[in-house]
């Protein structure tokens, strides 16, 4: 048991960082071969953020523990809609564009209700990992094209996104630091695979529990640090943006890898319990978020802190079920 505690402190500590240097050593690099700073944030920094969903979830996969995998995409989208975005409205009260409201939220609700249809047999097969992985290639696809627009005009978010691109890292750093990140986040994911699966069998709580809530709290941690970041430098698009990113590319992505790898069977009551809240909770948050740019108003700091009430509630009721 304390070997499994230490192995999952050092995962979850090794895991946020070589995220943050795989996503520095990503966003560097990239904008030294030119890639546009539109596509660096929405792109590679919404991707970066998904990496470590996306390892851990690829680990547990391959070592049989594909429930985890569910709870991390799962509990790692209730953990960034309630909690990170929580703190960084708390942070900074958030004001919304109105193409959040119309384009990129609509967008996460229409994938999120995708995946759902896909989840009503009770299971994940391998075609259900093929076509999520398909839809995030689509996705990445599109977002890229939106990026080679953007090109065409200045906007405000180039600013955003070129302020988050360390200015003293040289081109040699950034690609050493990108291929840490690519050895060290399996290493990391391991560990914390490892002994976030031991606690919960040492303890008895099912695999699925743990992931939605130990690992997503972990693999979320990337979120939270640019939430706040972005939020202290009044960068609302860009805490927006990774944020919607992230949940994108953990329904498509991390679900896709872990039933590619591995197809399962859902947990029961998992579809109409967990999944129902997580959707929920999305569709509120976009209806609340239309409400305010249709009033010309902020999400001020009373959503943040509710935003965190529903994360208390929800971590709440899985201690007790």
Not at 6 to 32: C, Q, T
Not at 40 to 51: C, H, K, Q, R
Not at 188 to 197: I, K, L, N, P, Q
């Amino acid at each position: 048991m304390l070997l499994a505690a230490l192995a999952l402190i050092l995962g979850l500590v090794l895991l946020v960082y070589s995220a943050d240097r795989f996503i520095a050593g990503a966003a560097v690099s990239a904008h030294y071969l030119g890639v546009s700073s539109m596509v660096i944030g929405l792109i590679i920094i919404g991707f970066g953020t998904s990496a470590p969903e996306m390892v851990v979830s690829a680990v547990a996969s391959w070592q049989g523990s594909s429930e985890l995998a569910l709870g991390n995409a799962v509990g790692s989208n209730i953990t960034n809609t309630s909690l990170v975005l929580g703190v960084g409205i708390l942070v900074m009260p958030l004001m919304v564009s109105s193409k959040t409201v119309r384009r990129e939220i609509p967008l996460l609700i229409m994938v999120t209700l995708a995946v759902f249809v896909l989840m009503l047999d009770g299971e994940q097969s391998r075609l259900d990992g093929v076509l999520l992985l398909s839809a995030m290639v689509l996705v990445t696809l599109w977002l890229g094209w939106i990026g080679t627009r953007a090109e065409l005009s200045k906007d405000v978010f180039d600013d955003e996104v070129l302020s988050e691109i360390p200015t003293d890292m040289s081109k040699v750093t950034a690609f050493w630091w990108l291929a840490f990140g690519i050895v060290m986040l399996p290493v990391a994911s391991h560990f914390m695979v490892y002994g976030a699966t031991e606690i919960a069998h040492a303890l008895g709580v099912l695999d699925v529990v743990i992931g939605l809530t130990i690992v997503a709290l972990g693999t979320s941690l990337p979120e939270l640090a640019a939430a706040v970041a972005s939020a202290l430098k009044k960068e609302h698009d860009l805490l927006l943006g990774n944020i919607i990113g992230s949940n994108m590319f953990n329904l498509l992505g991390v679900l896709g890898i872990s039933a590619t790898i591995n197809p399962y069977r859902l947990p029961e009551g998992f579809l109409h319990q967990d999944y129902l809240f997580m959707t929920m909770l999305t569709a509120s948050f976009w209806v609340v978020a239309w409400w305010c740019v249709k009033q010309g108003k902020t999400l001020s700091r009373p959503i943040g802190l509710l935003l965190l009430l529903c994360y208390g509630g929800y971590m709440t009721w899985l201690a007790t079920r």
